[in-house]
């Protein structure tokens, strides 16, 4: 009978997905709802999570909180000595993170336009994502900017 046995980076993706889930959901209080990983061959390449939020947000708070997760995600993953060997690159960066949040009303309701329903940061860009009641299933509108201009943003913002 084989048996499988789960490889070692694997362990090392579950533990630091979740501290970062825990950490976050805590931090911004937040349900998560998904977790990815991109590991062809067993090297890690990308880490995803996604989360629910009650909203809305302002496009200053979600840039505030979806860049700190980011920001969070990375600092877990690149001082996480155990998965260096398995990591595409190191240090990890923005292009490898994917972060969701989908925002809802505090009846858990969809939001809809003129306030964005999702902010995502993946592949470095964060996208604000805006549909409308009568498709709520497309995106009518997606505003994007770059996560390092976010980041500068946010890092002036804190300076005031």
Do not use: W
Not at 67 to 82: A, P, R, S
């Amino acid at each position: 009978m084989n048996s499988y046995e789960e490889p070692e980076q694997a362990k090392f993706v579950g533990e630091i997905l979740d501290k970062a889930s825990k950490k976050l959901q805590k931090k911004y209080s937040m349900r998560t709802i998904g977790t990815g990983i991109g590991m062809p061959d067993g090297v890690v390449t990308m880490l995803a999570l996604s989360f629910e939020k009650t909203g809305p947000l302002t496009k200053e708070e979600g840039r505030r909180i979806i860049v700190d997760c980011v920001q969070e995600i990375l600092q877990i993953i690149n001082t996480h000595e155990k998965i260096r060997p398995y990591l595409n690159n190191y240090p990890f960066s923005a292009r490898d993170i994917e972060v969701r949040i989908f925002l809802e009303d505090k009846f858990r309701n969809n939001i809809f336009d003129p306030s964005y329903g999702v902010i995502s940061s993946i592949n470095a860009s964060i996208d604000y994502k805006y549909t409308s009641a009568e498709n709520p299933k497309r995106y009518m509108k997606i505003e994007e900017e770059k996560f390092e201009e976010a980041l500068k943003m946010v890092q002036n913002e804190s300076k005031k």
